[in-house]
């Protein structure tokens, strides 16, 4: 099997996203996130959450007694990438403390669930930990999921416009009023675009047409953005009136140290080093020319 085809087949299949914490035999506390969760069993009730095993958190969670899952709400995607960052303290920011059994929870989680190591299964290049529920907590946050390597807030369901399934091979554009890409202000218009052709990026179109743009638009595949001075109005885009980075790009590259050589021989600034997550991804944090974080992304699965 390609595991590239099946990574990006994954990929398209929405899963919570959850941090497992425990205290391991030394009484310190270990915490990872996982990249698969689900319920396995009512009667009894059964849960099943799985670790690679080559994390520095696997012998402890192997050998411990209890685990508890906390499941994520919309907005906790930095405690998602804390606890899937190596090299850190993951709990160092204090946001976890002692909660159902005594275990390291967060409190204000959409919802946790404590859990007795029920049996510890065997599951190709990771470990699966399969746990029985001993005590739950569920609040009214809504829920934070993953797909298409994004991190979202879960919304309710809507019927689907008609004819939205209907296109072409190669992804026909949808009319204007339900398209949607980001809007990324800079100083340095024409610099900007620059830096997101090294990341695959090209330009479809440019105002005014010659001299200083005020706005390049770019595609790469189906994907569009917008470069646009700073000079517009953020209130007429619905966006906070000000300077200062709003958001968070994620481009998913074929080779990332490549790609990272390219852009540190640009003299891009790197925010912090490639990482191995456990959704099967190796992620890195640069800045674009006006401070926008920037997430370059490859699959591990090769």
């Known amino acids: 099997m390609d595991t590239v085809s099946f ?20 009484g310190l506390p270990y915490g990872f996130t996982a990249g698969s969760f689900v319920s396995a069993s009512l009667e009894p009730p059964l849960v099943l959450v799985c670790l690679d095993k080559g994390a520095s958190t696997h012998p402890a969670f192997a050998t411990t007694e209890r685990f508890l899952v906390n499941v994520l709400g919309a907005g906790q995607q930095e405690v998602a990438r804390r606890f899937a960052a ?4 993951r709990f160092a920011s204090g946001d976890m403390r002692p909660l159902e059994g005594g275990l390291p929870g967060l409190p204000d989680a959409c919802a946790r669930i404590a859990c007795r190591l029920h049996s510890v299964l065997d599951a190709g290049d990771h470990t699966a930990l399969l746990g029985r529920v001993e005590q739950t907590f569920t609040s009214e946050r809504t829920p934070l999921v993953h797909v298409d390597r994004l991190f979202h807030r879960a919304v309710r369901d809507r019927p689907e416009p008609a004819g939205a399934a209907e296109g072409n091979a190669h992804g026909s554009q949808p009319p204007m009023t339900e398209r949607a890409f980001p809007l990324i202000f800079a100083e340095r218009v024409g ?8 990341l695959g990026y090209t ?24 470069v646009v001075s700073t000079d517009w109005p953020r209130t007429q885009c619905g966006l906070a009136p000000g300077p200062g980075p709003r958001f968070e790009m994620f481009v998913l590259v074929d080779d990332l140290d490549t790609t990272l050589k390219q852009l540190t021989d640009a003299q891009v600034p790197v ?29 591990t699965h090769r």
Do not use: K
């Open 271 to 299: 925010l912090r080093a490639p990482a191995d997550m456990p959704w099967g991804e190796r992620i890195a944090h640069v800045l674009d020319p006006d401070g926008n974080p920037v997430a370059v992304a490859c699959s």
């Open 203 to 226: 330009r479809q179109s440019q105002n005014p047409p010659q001299g200083e743009p005020t706005y390049i638009g770019m595609r790469r595949g189906s994907a569009e953005i917008a």
């Open 191 to 198: 610099m900007t675009a620059d830096f997101y052709e090294l």
């Open 86 to 89: 190596s090299g850190t303290d």
């Open 7 to 26: 990574t990006a087949a994954m990929a398209r299949v929405p899963s919570p996203v959850t941090v497992v914490t425990t205290y391991g035999a030394d």
